[in-house]
């Protein structure tokens, strides 16, 4: 076995989202303010009130709420960049001597895949959150008490033949189409 991880952390979309729709929103905000001083020769209205912004003082509200707002917005952004999300997949189990893992999606179909070959099952949907695999099965049985109970046990099996060490806790809802 290997010294490093095959778990992988999901991308940091977030912070890199919010911090493109600042820039993008400030880079338009100054090209329209240069083409309306390009086109009219005066400074239109926000750039005077930029400028009134500018001419306050350091200890004045506020300039003191602005800097606030801007540490609080830079504190959530590098914590969101930081931190670790929830990990993306899980170990397999597999070969001696090879490593695998599978994606929260990937235990996902295979939930639906077995759930789906039961008897009495018309569609399956599987959702992984955490340690738990949430079921759904639809059936057009009126008493599915006996399928429930398949259907639990059918998705417990299939997630202990595949994944290494705990199984995540498995809940089962049965609704008929019926």
Known sequence: MSNHSLSRRPARVTPATIVA????????GL???????L????????????????????????????GAAAAVIGLVLLLCAVL???????PARSAE???AVVTRRGIERMVEH?????????TCRARVRGHKVSVVARTPLRDHSDLSTAVSAASENVLRSALDGSVPRTTVRMVSSS
């Open 21 to 28: 729709l600042v820039i993008a929103a400030a880079g338009a």
């Open 31 to 37: 090209v329209t303010l240069a083409v309306l001083r």
């Open 39 to 66: 086109s009219n020769g005066t400074w239109p209205g926000a750039a005077t009130a930029i400028a009134e912004f500018g001419a306050q003082a350091w200890g004045a509200p506020l300039v003191a709420a602005g």
């Open 84 to 90: 670790p999300g929830r990990p993306s997949s899980r």
């Open 97 to 99: 001597s090879v490593e």
């Open 114 to 122: 077995r759930v789906g070959g039961i008897d009495g099952v018309s």
